[in-house]
């Protein structure tokens, strides 16, 4: 079976820290590239195309402003993220109040 590539759907989309950095950085204004450039201080080039792989997923979306072009994050295809991880939520629940217990156990074990 061949690789997926990264723009095949939105949980490769999303492995990438830098593209994961970009939603967060465009999630509550619109914004050029090159102040995705500056906050991320990587290149033109790679700013570009992690935002290309965004917008073929659809969890960036652009506008044109005068000569400009501004990018905005649009989260509603993370949706299929959190329907997926909601599927492990019991484990860790579990799990977590295990952890729990167990520590408290220890503490109450040292205070004696």
């Known amino acids: 079976m061949p690789p997926h590539k990264a723009t095949s759907d939105v949980f490769n989309a999303i492995a990438d820290p ?3 950095a970009l939603l967060g950085f465009l ?3 619109a914004k050029p590239v090159g102040e995705c450039v500056d906050e991320l201080g990587i290149t033109y080039s790679a700013v570009s195309q992690h935002l290309s792989v965004l ?3 659809g969890l960036v979306e ?3 402003r005068g000569r400009q ?3 905005r994050s ?3 295809p993370l949706q299929a993220v959190h329907d997926w991880t909601a599927l492990y939520r019991p484990f860790w629940q579990n799990r977590l109040k295990g952890l729990g217990e167990y ?6 074990e ?3």
């Open 103 to 108: 520590l408290n156990r220890k503490d109450s």
């Open 110 to 112: 040292g205070q004696e």
């Open 74 to 76: 649009r989260f509603e």
């Open 62 to 64: 652009s506008e044109s």
């Open 27 to 29: 999630a509550h204004e």
């Open 69 to 71: 072009r501004l990018y």
């Open 55 to 57: 917008r073929e997923v």
């Open 18 to 20: 830098n593209r994961r």
